[in-house]
């Protein structure tokens, strides 16, 4: 199944910079979505787009603005293109590259890029070299500058417009100098796009969670130590996609990554943790890259080795090895169908790269998975957000749990009905009645599923709400209505009872069965009262800690029950009175009472029969769509609880169809829903016949 191909990458081009640039050093690269135009930022003060299948210089642009100065620290933020350029003499220039496509004749693109110098700030007073520069700009068009000066001080630069009433603009300049809350020289430094988290990897292996959500006054949030040996130096930063994760590298080549999560604890009420942890390079860390599209991301090292990787599905998808020489710079394609790497020689080296379905593993469909935002691993099924960002959750085991407990509950309540139900008219009725009875069954099962479905949602769901503590108390009520009437019944003179035709004594229960379902209903509100605390869904939260959704396992229990009863109950019946008379004459005539003739010879003679309607209607009652879809809210949680609902495979195949896309990652995981909906249907009616045989063996000889 294509589901299960790995990701492939294969190397596009090469380019020796010290041929095309001459004497500038390349120390930033990024590329535009089609991956024909390079851009590097040199140590020169010039922004040089590549043409890469020609491996020739397109356009050459200078900062005018920096000719007296050296650039000797740059940062992008790829989901805008920003860069930011730190210099020898403490200044920071913040530019923007664009890239303008055209179509000419037909479908031929010409590609034009541009380069804006947005601004240029002076972040330091002292005019010290910039050693490391991380730049962001938010939606509020707020912008935040962090550099590590070359006397190891930490500068934080904050740009804030604020309009008036009156429509004018103001900015207002925050500089901070938040070195004391460092304890450690600095080695790598990450903002996330909101401008609020920022993260500081030190030497000795620290990492500081800085709050910059006040930007007059940074916090330190937290202090751990990442580094499987506490002593590794922090190499690498980068924040993936949605700025929820945090990926870690450390000069043993060792990658995890750390996200918050909530800390009742916690001064700040957060604090970071370590969902996952990555392949190892074995050997220094020094640049990751992330994906625009997905959870992917780059990591690249000091021998030159490049990963691939997934954080949801925590594995390296695929490991390169372009060049022995340490990578200095990595840049992700926007569409992530591609990458560049820049190594320290001044090497670049291209890539195509297919990953239709990293999120796909065996563990993120059957196991637990540490979702981000989410306190603990956990078994989640939510295929799409509102944000490119999302994380998809494809685990398969809320479903099939879903699947199992609609299931379970309609059989629980059709089985009995059913089975008893067909033992009383082929056993005990008269043919008259049975005649009746049967086609009468047997027509309900051509209501068709979904008026079933919106009768049990729309009306039954809330009846059900209402008067819930009847409901239950009829359980009880109901048989001793029925032992009662039986009883009564035996005490009617023979004679009169012998008139009667075998089956009437129907009539004469039914009354008294209706008059439980009204005791139940009219005990309802005093149990509930009395034995619930007044509330019964206040009972249930607080002694077994159980939410009631009006939409549950309960309404479907009914609904599925009453569409599955009809076949059960006719192949049942069929079976039962498929049973030779021999078998019942001989029974009674050696003195068996009907019903010892019924439980002890007829069932058993006719239990393959049985078995097989039970499996029928297990099949039906799985496959079932529309009364699942409409009665249980159809939320995929993980819980067996009769008190809230669920969502089936079937159903969620239902629903989620029409807008997955063709071929994606979701519409194929449908398909693989689909065909683990037929397998368990095959298994469960495979052993069905296997058992079915050998109790038509077993009887035969009867």
Not at 203 to 230: A, E, F, H, R
Request: include cysteine.
């Amino acid at each position: 199944m294509p589901l299960w191909f790995g990701a492939e990458a294969h190397q596009k081009e090469k380019l020796q910079t010290q041929q095309i640039l001459k004497s500038r050093k390349p120390i930033l690269i990024g590329i535009d979505e089609y991956q024909e135009i390079l851009y590097a930022v040199t140590d020169s003060s010039t922004i040089d787009f590549i043409k890469l299948n020609q491996k020739e210089i397109i356009k050459s642009i200078r900062i005018y603005s920096t000719a007296d100065e050296q650039i000797i620290s740059a940062s992008k933020s790829s989901a805008k293109n920003l860069i930011a350029l730190g210099t020898e003499k403490g200044n920071v220039f913040l530019g923007q590259v664009k890239f303008s496509v055209n179509f000419v004749e037909g479908d031929n693109r010409e590609i034009s890029p541009e380069f804006a110098l947005l601004t240029k700030i002076q972040i330091d007073s002292l005019h010290k070299p910039i050693k490391k520069l991380v730049f962001r700009k938010n939606s509020d068009n707020e912008f935040t500058a962090v550099a590590l000066t070359s006397d190891n001080r930490l500068l934080q630069y904050t740009s804030e417009k604020t309009s008036s009433l009156l429509g004018d603009s103001n900015e207002k300049i925050v500089i901070n100098d938040i070195s004391h809350l460092i304890e450690s020289p600095v080695s790598a430094i990450e903002l996330d796009n909101s401008c609020e988290k920022l993260m500081i990897g030190t030497n000795n292996g620290w990492l500081y969670y800085v709050s910059l959500k006040d930007k007059n006054n940074p916090q330190l949030i937290q202090k751990i130590n990442p580094t499987p040996s506490g002593k590794s130096a922090i190499t690498a930063l980068g924040f993936i996609i949605g700025d929820q994760s945090l990926i870690v590298g450390d000069s043993d080549g060792n990658v995890t990554s750390w996200m918050r999560v909530l800390d009742e604890k916690s001064d700040y009420g957060w604090k970071l943790v370590n969902p996952h942890t990555f392949d190892s390079h074995n050997a220094k860390v020094t640049a990751v890259a992330n994906s625009l599209r997905n959870k992917s991301f780059i990591t690249g090292d000091s021998k030159g080795k490049i990963f691939l990787e997934h954080l949801t599905s925590e594995r390296t998808l695929i490991e390169l090895s372009g060049k022995e020489a340490p990578v200095k710079d990595i840049a992700f394609a926007p569409k992530g169908d591609g990458a560049v790497v820049l190594y320290e020689d001044g090497t670049i080296v291209s890539y195509e790269i297919k990953n239709p379905h990293p999120e796909i593993t065996l563990k993120t469909l059957f196991g637990k998975v540490w979702y981000e935002g989410y306190s603990k691993p956990a078994f989640v099924w939510q295929s799409t957000g509102g944000t490119d960002d999302f994380e998809p959750k494809f685990s398969l085991v809320p479903l099939i749990i879903g699947t199992l407990k609609g299931t379970f509950y309609a059989m629980l309540f059709a089985i009995p009905l059913a089975l008893f139900g067909a033992l009383y008219t082929s056993q005990f009725s008269h043919p008259k009645i049975r005649n009746y009875i049967k086609p009468t069954v047997e027509v309900m099962a051509a209501l068709p599923s979904v008026v079933i479905g919106f009768l049990a949602g729309l009306w039954l769901a809330p009846l059900l709400e209402r008067i819930l503590p009847g409901v239950f108390l009829m359980f009880f009520i109901v048989p001793v209505m029925i032992a009662i009437g039986a009883s009564l019944w035996k005490r009617i003179p023979t004679r009169i009872r012998y008139k009667l035709k075998p089956g009437y004594e129907l009539f004469f229960i039914i009354p008294l069965i209706i008059l439980g379902f009204y005791i139940a209903q009219w005990l309802g509100p005093v149990f509930e009262y009395y034995v619930l605390g007044g509330d019964y869904r206040t009972w249930l939260m607080n002694n077994l800690n159980e939410q009631y959704d009006q939409r549950n396992s309960i309404v479907v229990g009914f609904a599925m029950g009453f569409a599955v009863i009809p076949i059960i109950f006719t192949i049942c019946e069929d079976a039962l009175s498929s049973v030779p008379s021999s078998l019942t004459s001989a029974s009674l005539a050696l003195g068996a009472t009907k019903w010892e003739t019924a439980t002890r010879i007829v069932l058993p003679s006719a239990s393959p029969g049985i078995f097989s309607a039970i499996m029928i209607g297990f099949g039906r009652a799985v496959g079932e769509t529309m009364i699942v879809l409409m009665a249980t809210g159809n939320t995929p949680i993980l819980s067996f609880s009769p008190f809230n609902g669920m969502r089936t495979l079937s159903a969620n195949i239902a629903v989620e169809i029409p807008e997955a896309p063709y071929q994606g990652t979701l519409y194929r995981v449908l398909f693989l829903a689909a065909t683990l909906l037929f397998i368990l249907t095959f298994i469960v009616n495979t052993i069905a016949e296997i058992v079915r045989q050998r109790l038509r063996k077993k009887y035969a000889e009867l």
